[in-house]
Nanobody, 126 residues
Framework: QVQLVESGGGSVQAGGSLRLSCAAS????????MAWFRQVPGKEREGVAT???????RSADSVKGRFTISRDNVKNTLNLQMDSLKPEDTGLYYC????????????????????WGQGTQVTVSS
């Protein structure tokens, strides 16, 4: 059974840092496109950053230069280092994975991912 389990969320003041991790019980994450999304009540799930199956990364303009996505193929984890956090980064953060060898045509489209975690809450206060 595929499982993605996020951890590392919490409450932090603006300017602070958090590191999110996603433990994946899914085969060959090195060959999958994976991503972090976030959502706040009343809004659509928003793509934060992705790592492609060739290792390239993409991120949303709103987090460029502040967030870094990475993957540990040995530990089978997906990570998101978040620095210089802002109140607008507050949300429920989800880990997502696509099927093996097939990456989304649009990485920011949440409906193109097949596996999801339950989410971890990030709250940034001003």
């Amino acid at each position: 059974q595929v499982q993605l389990v996020e951890s590392g969320g919490g409450s932090v003041q603006a300017g602070g840092s958090l590191r999110l991790s996603c433990a994946a019980s899914i085969a060959r994450i090195s060959s999958r496109c994976m991503a972090w999304f976030r959502q706040v009540p009343g809004k659509e799930r928003e793509g934060v950053a992705t790592i492609l199956n060739d290792g390239r990364t993409r991120s949303a303009d709103s987090v460029k230069g502040r967030f870094t996505i990475s993957r540990d193929n040995v530990k089978n984890t997906l990570n998101l280092q978040m620095d210089s956090l802002k109140p607008e980064d507050t949300g429920l953060y989800y880990c997502a994975a696509a099927v093996l060898f097939r990456c989304p045509g649009n990485w920011e489209n949440w409906s193109e991912y097949n596996y999801w975690g339950q989410g971890t809450q990030v709250t940034v206060s001003s």
